[in-house]
């Protein structure tokens, strides 16, 4: 049993390989890879030494080579000497042999009357005076084939001064001085080919183009010594451009600067240079400014050619930087008298206007791209938490969206320079009210149409979020409200303030740039039209919410002129607890709910409330005053006739109106107004049928004084009205989970303000319509007084 197990632990003991084997295989395997690794390291020392051998080798070479140089250079310049001193024994001999001459011929006179005629183009020296005349020629000539310009100028210039008639251009002269001065002029024809030839190298330096202008000068070409040096400039510009522009897209953003310092430095190292050499005169000075013109074209075409995308934040900075550092460079230049701002503007406004154009138009899309961008804006918490607030009660796309636009108007603001905005602000300040009005259209789209059916909503643009409840809608406005308010003014502070600056110290810029502020905007002109945007979505809001609540409603609750004409019993006066008509009713309690929703919602904005509740009560009066139609063309119907309670009514329910907006804090002249031209319009048309108001109607203090005790009434709870036919949701705000029937309806029109979590008095704020409190009534004036 034993002996079958160890077979079982060891089942393959048979296959081992011994270990002499394994010693045979493996040792002679590595003998053979140490002897091939060891001829590979041999001949690769073989190979190092030869390279070695070779590059010293070379190296020798190349020390023998500089030793020949050098001998070379110093050989070239012994036989410039030798050749120099050559020309100068010719010289002398030259002119040897023509004194020889000279004296020969004194003393044979004869001879050379029988010598033929002298050919055309040589001169005949026959005394002293033509002996100097040719040797100062050959002199000239000397100098001319050695090059040696400022010698020659020299040489012409002193026997220009010696013989003034070689400047005339007089016929007057003899055969023998015109023929001088032929051959003179022919020399002095080639000195200036041969200085345009200097002017013209590529590799001139500037001492030399000084040396050749300086030789053109003196010999009369001023015209075309200035050409040149303007030519010579304008190539040594062209160059230093060609080296630096490679570098430009490592730093695409402010290029420009470095390239409007390389391109105006040299307009004022050339304006001075120019200067110096011409003078002040008129033409010269024109022709430099020409000339520098064309190197501000150029600069802006490069600008152009080498800057960012238009449409990135990046192009807008370049642009930025641009204009501040080439405006700086005019103001600059101004001192040398060159006046150079306006050309610039001129030739950078349509890039500057394509760049702005652009930016605002991938702001545009950026703000309206409610759906597909989770894109995480670094948006400080300075700008960001007031909109955050308005996240609880709406969609997150509203915030998001509000979020996107302030963000991208701060990106633009931070990218402006000073001078940018001096000159450019009036377009970016336009832009701005152009991309918030358009917002606002974007925020309307939200907003639920009146009275919307299946094929309205069909037809409407499609929008990811809409606002369909009142905290959602409210919610809305106070985005829009805070972003005009409050964002806005703190994004747009450092354009104010620039503006300002300039204006107070009254040298922004000098009086040869441009006008300030391109289409200038002044402050309060533009946060004028900033609210007429924003009060294009609160208008809006307010006809939407008023329409529905008038066309939702039937029966008695809905506000129309039947209810004026279909009244029966005794006068209002003689009823001893006389109300609001149902619908005003209504109307108070939708005031009411929609008050306490915008005290949630727009907590710590009083003043929205104050104008959404001010211009909604508008909204209602406006309505009536205008609904020619169906209001006054049934209240003026022959057929039905206003009787006298349908008057009171009526009055009654304008007082109301008037008294709910004074009463909760936000009393308007146009309510007023409208109210007093309403109640004056259905008198006119009571009388003219021939009743007589002054029997009808009451003192104007009852319809105050009872439009007074209805809101105490309404706000601290009564009995006894009819309004049964009243919605509570138009009263009174309820908990989700309570229900309430029709017949419990029917006995008070309102709930107790101890049961109601959102009663009128149960909100503490003084300044908002929920939290008006009954003892104000009696400090209230009177419907007549005028509105303080």
């Known amino acids: 049993m034993e002996s079958s197990e160890e077979e079982d632990d060891f089942p393959s003991i048979e296959s081992v390989t011994p270990q002499s084997k394994i010693d045979t295989i493996y040792q002679s395997k590595t003998e053979k890879g140490i002897r091939k690794l060891c001829f590979e390291l041999l001949d690769l020392k073989d190979a190092v030494e ?47 042999v023509y004194h020889e001459l000279g004296e020969w011929s004194r003393a044979n006179p004869g001879l050379l009357n029988s010598e033929e005629p002298q050919k055309d183009g040589e001169i ?34 002193a026997e220009e001064r010696k013989h003034p008639e070689l400047k005339s251009s007089g016929d007057t002269l003899s055969n023998e001085l015109s023929s001088y001065k032929s051959a003179f002029m022919k020399r002095k024809s080639i000195l200036e080919d041969q200085l345009v030839q200097m002017t013209e190298q590529t590799l001139i330096g500037a001492a030399d183009l000084k040396i050749a202008v300086s030789g053109l000068l003196k010999l009369g070409k001023g015209p075309l010594a200035h050409q040149l040096l303007l030519k010579a400039n304008g190539a040594r510009l062209q160059k230093r451009i060609e080296v630096f522009l490679p570098s430009c897209p490592c730093y695409p953003e402010t290029f420009s600067a470095t390239l409007s310092n390389l391109i105006f430095s040299t307009i004022s190292s050339t304006t001075k240079e120019m200067g110096l050499m011409f003078g002040d005169d008129l033409v010269y000075s024109n022709r430099v400014v020409q000339w520098a013109e064309w190197q501000i074209e150029l600069f802006v075409r490069l600008v152009k050619e080498n800057a960012p995308s238009s449409e990135t934040v990046s192009a807008l900075h370049a642009a930025s930087v641009c204009v501040q550092a080439s405006l700086n460079h005019c103001s600059a230049l101004e001192s040398q008298g060159l006046k150079l701002s306006k050309v610039l503007l001129v030739l950078l406004e349509p890039y500057v206007e394509e760049v702005l154009e652009l930016n605002f138009r991938r702001a545009r899309k950026l703000v309206f791209a409610f759906s597909g961008n989770d894109e995480i804006l670094p948006l400080s918490p300075r700008l960001a938490s007031p909109l955050s607030t308005f996240a609880i009660s709406s969609d997150g796309l509203l915030v998001d969206s509000g979020t996107r636009f302030i963000f991208m108007v701060k990106d633009i603001v931070e990218q402006l320079t000073r001078l940018v905005i001096l000159h450019f602000g009036g377009n970016v300040l336009t832009r701005i009210l152009q991309l918030f009005d358009q917002y606002m259209d974007e925020l309307i789209k939200a907003l639920p149409e009146p009275s919307e059916d299946d094929s309205l909503v069909e037809l409407k643009e499609a929008i990811p979020f809409s606002a369909e409840t009142d905290s959602q809608q409210l919610a809305l406005l106070g985005t829009a409200f805070t972003i005009a308010e409050e964002l806005l003014p703190m994004v747009m502070s450092e354009i104010w303030s620039v503006v300002n600056e300039s204006k107070e110290s009254g040298s922004g810029v000098t009086d040869n740039i441009a006008p300030l502020m391109n289409g200038t905007i002044d402050y309060k002109d533009w946060r004028r039209q900033l609210q007429h945007s924003l009060d294009k979505l609160r208008d809006h809001f307010c006809r939407q919410y008023v329409l529905n609540f008038i066309y939702s409603r039937d029966g008695k609750t809905r506000p129309d002129a039947h209810i004026y004409l279909s009244g029966e019993g005794d006068d209002l006066s003689w009823n001893s607890d006389p109300l609001p008509s149902l619908p005003f009713q209504a109307l108070f309690g939708k005031l009411q709910q929609l008050a306490t929703v915008a005290g949630d919602v727009l907590l710590g904005k009083e003043k929205i409330q104050k104008v959404l509740l001010a211009r909604l009560t508008e909204t209602v009066v406006m309505w009536l005053m205008s609904n020619e139609e169906d209001f006054w063309g049934v209240l003026e119907n022959e057929v039905a006739k206003l009787q006298p309670q349908g008057l009171q009514q009526l009055i009654l329910d304008m007082h109301f109106t008037v008294e709910i907006a004074r009463f909760a804090g936000y009393s308007s002249r146009n309510v007023h107004q409208m109210a007093s031209s309403i109640i004056a319009r259905a008198i006119r048309t009571f009388s003219g049928r021939g009743a007589n108001k002054q029997s009808a109607l009451p003192e104007d203090e009852w319809f105050v004084e009872t439009a007074k ?58 300044e908002s319509f929920a939290s008006a409190e009954s003892q104000m009534l009696d400090s209230l004036s009177d419907f007549t007084d005028p509105e303080s």
């Open 50 to 96: 030869n390279l070695c051998g070779n590059t010293q080798s070379k190296y020798l070479a190349f020390l023998r080579l500089s030793e020949e140089v050098v001998e070379m250079e110093h050989e070239l310049n012994e036989l410039q000497k030798n050749i120099s001193a050559q020309g100068i024994l010719v010289q002398d001999l030259l002119s040897g």
């Open 124 to 157: 005949d020296f026959s005394n002293e005076a033509e002996d100097e005349k040719r040797l100062c020629l050959e002199n000239i000539d000397i100098l001319l084939a050695e090059h040696k310009v400022e010698e020659a100028i020299e040489a012409i210039d």
């Open 709 to 766: 005790a209805a809101i105490n009434k309404l706000l601290m709870g009564g009995d006894g009205s009819d309004t049964s036919e009243i919605d509570e949701d138009h009263i009174i705000l309820h908990d989700d989970d309570e229900l309430h029937d029709d017949d419990e309806l029917h006995d008070e029109v309102i709930s107790d303000s101890d049961e109601s979590p959102s009663s009128l008095s149960t909100i503490t704020t003084s």
